[in-house]
């Protein structure tokens, strides 16, 4: 499995198209992540969003806002609003997951420490409160305080199914749905709300969103059993290292034999992990075409992500918010 170098074509299409709205969502960022008091606070949000990204969920708040013929400049906040949650949880997720690399830089918690991860992760969030409350609209403040709790909700949900062999595809949708899901059905959502859009409109860009969202965590998860360490951000295995229960191992515990069943309890559930492991998980995956049945999982979000947009409007970035719905599952080929 490889990374297919054209799909990021149509992100970088829409990002191009969108560019004056991002430069000042940029300008934004930059901005409201400073604080006089305590220097630490830049510092380590710059090295994590300094290090790139997709910036992918506030791409998607400026097109939807711009796609239901928003004109006005409150969309930049909601879009700073979902970059901060979503590097919040980030600064969260590396210290509960004990990573080392994201983003193919050194973790914050590795360069800091979990304390300072963990308190700047505060701050975001609490400026991402700020920042929504300053587009004077309760409707997206619900949205956005919702989705921040649904994350928080998967997040705790994926503690207690990670490691458990009792998991399976319902379960694991729950926990996607939440940490990755919401937060991208949400920045879609309240580009639509921000510009005023019809209901229908609105919901379906919330479905849009979800079915993105899930197609694309379905993929990541993918990508740590076959992705190159430079294009996926972390060292290849990190989730099977971090004994994380995804849809591929999911797949493959649900047909194992007894002896693989072992394999996956020593491995995932008690954590006794030794030299070669990895490789025989690939083999069992490989064996019970786990990778591939994921795919096909992940095409079929992509295929209804797409569907989703047909109430929006006749408009280019409804043409690439369509094949970015592509995209996400290109990133495997």
Known sequence: MALNNTAAEPLERLSSLLARDMAAVDTLIRERMVSRHAPLIPEVTAHLIGAGGKRLRPLLTVAAARLCGYEGEKHHLLAATVEFIHTATLLHDDVVDESRQRRGRPTANLLWDNKSSVLVGDYLFARSFQLMTDTGNLGVMEIL??????????????????????????????????????????????????ADAPAEQVRALYDYGDALGIAFQIVDDLLDYGGATDTIG??????????????????????????ERAFWKRTIEDGDQQDGDLDRAMAILARHGAIEAARTDALGWSARARAALAPLPDHPVRDLLAEMADFVVARVA
């Open 145 to 194: 305080s919702n989705a921040s709790a649904t994350i928080s909700e998967g997040e705790v949900l994926q503690l207690t199914a990670a490691r458990n062999l009792a998991t399976d595809e319902a379960v694991y949708l729950q926990v996607v749905r939440g940490k990755t899901g919401a937060l991208f059905s949400a920045a879609a959502e309240v580009g639509g709300v921000i």
């Open 234 to 259: 972390k060292n290849v295995g990190d989730d099977f290292r971090e004994r994380k229960l995804t849809l591929p191992v999911i797949k493959a515990v649900a047909r194992a034999d007894n002896d």
